[in-house]
């Protein structure tokens, strides 16, 4: 089981990136599916998280408003669609999966990185002045 984080790189501060995570080994249209990012010195923080079916999602405070999560279950493919990029949105985004089907968690637990059980390989985002 392989999660391909892909989309990253350079963009200049108020600019916009959509990051891709694509599954490989099974389908992940059941599980639930999040984003987490690392930056420099800090610990990994959660991002945005979508719920199996696709009706609920939810955010850290930091990036709401400017930061969207959306699934293609045709295409096993979970999106991070970012905007109004600033300086502390540089980091190392990882998407994650859980591992149990049409599992519904509480709202903390879709923000604890306890909750997914595969990990992609991290896509890193670089905001510049």
């Known amino acids: 089981v392989q999660l391909q984080a892909y989309g990253g790189g350079l963009v200049q501060a108020g600019g916009s990136l959509r990051l891709s995570c694509a599954a490989a080994?099974?389908?992940?249209?059941?599980?639930?599916m999040g984003w987490f990012r690392q930056s420099p010195g800090k610990a990994r923080a959660f991002v945005a998280a979508?719920?199996?079916?696709?009706?609920?999602?939810y955010y850290a405070d930091s990036v709401k408003g400017r930061f969207t999560i959306s699934r293609d279950d045709a295409k096993n493919t979970v999106y991070l669609q970012m905007s109004g990029l600033n300086l502390e949105d540089t980091a190392v985004y990882y998407c994650?999966?859980?591992?149990?089907?049409?599992?519904?968690?509480?709202?903390?637990?879709?923000?604890?990185?306890?909750?997914?059980?595969?990990w992609g390989q991290g896509t890193l985002v670089t905001v510049s002045s």
């Open positions: 080994g099974r389908t992940f249209s059941s599980n639930v």
């Open positions: 994650a999966a859980d591992k149990n089907s049409r599992r519904t968690y509480t709202a903390s637990a879709y923000r604890s990185g306890g909750t997914y059980d595969y």
């Open positions: 979508i719920s199996w079916s696709g009706s609920m999602t």
